[in-house]
């Protein structure tokens, strides 16, 4: 068939438009730059989260993901989808499209999750792309007063006395106060019994009335019964002292290193989401996180923001995933 040629002025001119258009799109293609991530966002951005309204998960990411959206031009909206320790809500997630208009919550729920082999619906590390490490919050080892323990010290000794007479609370097989104490009785070789709750507030309850003797907790469902002396804080299983508990040593101060268990939450893309996207994104956050008011919202309730690079997050997943896979394997928690 004969190409059927327009040599007219006109039909030139708008030859030549198309050709230049043409090479355009091409050298951006070269360059790696997707034309549609050039003025995203263009629709609101829905970000999933494994833990029901209310929580601290919920509550810090919608205070953050407030602040991107004025950064963004866009809202974020927030979709609560609990259940399966944040299992549901990662399965969605990793299933949804790669354009950046879906992202996910992950913590390190996901972690222990992985590395207990709990879920096989989705490999929370080939599946998601990181974002940005956004916010954690303390993990307090609180006793009964009555125990009359004033130090970790005191608490080994008195678990290597007697085996088995401790109990803790968790708030089910897998979940991070689990997981804490797995690994702090493989760092401290004590024998200590895990007692699994359907929550925390169940355990909070059992634990005034005397009935459970101690629990790695989230600092805000501890803050004010440790504040009026209804429990006691022996530790906080992390790196450095908290802001919040500045008078309540780490785990390593006490004598046990290498025992933190720090509970965190980043922002994730699905795995693909183009890289100029997945840095606006980490800039927005990291912007937001650094916010006075932000700042300000999040230390009410117990918690800490984070800010840095995709790079950063995900050199920090990576050495959670050996420590924690480390530690199921030593505990023989694997099913």
């Known amino acids: 068939m004969d ?32 034309l549609y991530a050039q003025d995203y966002p263009v629709r609101p951005i829905h970000l999933i989260v494994g833990f029901p309204p209310g929580s601290i998960a919920d509550v810090a990411t919608r205070v953050v993901g407030a602040k991107m959206s ?3 031009g866009q809202p974020i909206v927030i979709e609560d989808r609990p259940g399966a320790g944040s299992g549901i809500a990662a399965a969605q997630a990793a299933r949804s499209p790669d354009d950046g208009y879906t992202l996910y919550l992950g913590s390190s729920a996901n972690v222990f ?45 008195y678990a290597k006395v007697h085996p088995g007479k401790l109990s803790f609370a ?32 169940q355990i909070i309850t059992d634990m005034l009335a005397g009935r459970v003797d101690g629990f790695f907790a989230p600092g805000l469902a501890v803050r004010g019964h440790i504040d009026a002396g209804r429990l006691f804080p022996l530790a906080v299983a992390e790196p450095k002292r908290s802001i919040f508990f500045p008078d309540v040593p780490t785990l390593g101060e006490s004598g046990v290193p ?20 997945i840095d606006k994104l980490s800039e927005a956050a990291s912007a937001a996180t650094q916010a006075e008011d932000v700042i300000g919202s999040l230390k009410l309730q117990t918690v800490e923001p984070h800010h840095g690079s995709p790079a950063d997050f995900a050199a920090y997943i990576e050495q ?16």
């Not at 879920?119 to 307090?140: E, G, H, W």
């Not at 959670?320 to 099913?335: D, F, I, M, P, Y």
């Open 3 to 34: 190409m059927v040629m327009d040599k007219s002025p006109l039909g030139r001119s708008k030859t030549v438009r198309c050709f230049t258009a043409a090479i355009a799109m091409c050298m951006l293609a070269m360059a790696g730059t997707p």
């Open 70 to 72: 004025e950064k963004l």
């Open 113 to 157: 999750e992985q590395a207990l082999q709990l879920n096989k619906n989705f490999d929370f590390y080939q599946d998601f792309a990181p974002i940005m490490l956004a916010v954690s919050t303390p993990n307090v080892l609180v006793v009964r007063p009555s125990l009359g323990f004033k130090s970790i010290s005191d608490l080994i000794s």
């Open 170 to 201: 968790s708030a089910g097989f897998g979940s991070a106060a689990h997981l804490s104490l797995e690994l702090f009785k493989v760092a401290t070789k004590t024998d200590i019994v895990h007692v699994p709750y359907p929550g925390s507030p």
């Open 258 to 277: 290498g025992a933190d268990a720090v509970l965190w939450f980043g922002l994730v893309a699905p795995k693909g989401t183009p890289q100029s996207v």
């Open 320 to 335: 959670e995933h050996k420590r924690w896979t480390a530690v199921v394997e030593s505990a023989g928690l694997r099913q």
